[in-house]
């Protein structure tokens, strides 16, 4: 069955880097998005991705943050700067077509920020 | 802004009974409503839809109403067993449909006990 895959499992970084956060979605679904979830807390969603733009972000994807498609089968989310507070498992999905809403999830990237 | 509250931290349940989580949200009148199973360290994974004018959603042993005057979702699992235990979380889609990123509650963590 095709799954969302995210690399790494789990990155540290340290404090004021730079860190690319990768992602494959099922390779037929048009929607992307990227999720974070602190530890302890509710996931909340931060960007969605459809036609090779954004299409809708939250509050907390602020300049700090961006996303790419750079090919035809890669999603990437970059976090430019990290902060102590960006520690958090970051969750890659992607749905299939408008009105087909089910998202599926990767299993997570663990980002630590020392 | 939406809000989403789920019935608790955590659900005791014997094995072989019907656990039932509720979802209650505010501030808003979603076109869907879905469920979802995460599992400690994993990604959400997709259980259920129900639109706005569907009153229950039916697979297997999972059960959902929704009840759209009350603003409530009631998640039924029947025939419960260990395997079962794990966070169940509600969310809810965005006003622009099927490109708009989830709201989740925060879970009810739901524990089976043999």
């Known amino acids: 069955e095709p799954e969302v895959t995210q690399t790494p499992s789990h990155q540290v970084t340290q404090m004021g880097q730079e860190v690319i956060l990768r992602c494959v979605p099922i390779s037929n679904h048009l929607y992307f998005y990227w999720y974070r979830q602190i530890l302890g807390q509710k996931v909340e969603f931060l960007v969605s991705?459809?036609?090779?733009?954004?299409?809708?972000k939250s509050e907390i994807f602020d300049d700090q943050f961006s996303v790419e498609r750079p090919d035809g089968s890669n999603f990437t989310l970059k976090i430019r700067s990290t902060k102590l507070e960006d520690s958090a498992m970051y969750f890659c999905?992607?749905?299939?077509?408008?009105?087909?809403?089910?998202?599926?999830f990767g299993p997570g990237t663990r980002l630590t920020v020392t | 802004s939406q809000k989403i509250e789920q019935n608790s931290e955590a659900l005791n349940i014997q094995e072989g009974k019907t656990a039932t989580l509720t979802c209650n949200y505010t501030?808003?009148?979603?076109?869907?409503l879905q469920w979802y199973r995460q599992d400690p360290g994993r990604g959400p994974v997709f259980l259920l839809l129900?639109?706005?004018?569907?009153k229950e959603k039916r697979k297997e042993r999972l059960k959902v109403t929704f009840d759209t005057t009350l603003k409530q979702s009631l998640f039924h699992i029947t025939a419960s067993q260990p395997a079962d235990s794990a966070t169940y979380l509600c969310a809810l889609d965005g006003p622009g449909g099927g490109a708009d990123g989830l709201t989740f509650g925060k879970g009810t963590h739901l524990i089976i006990q043999p």
């Open positions: 999905a992607s749905s299939e077509i408008v009105g087909t809403v089910e998202q599926y």
């Open positions: 501030n808003y009148s979603p076109a869907y």
């Open positions: 129900i639109r706005e004018n569907e």
């Open positions: 991705f459809y036609n090779n733009e954004i299409s809708e």
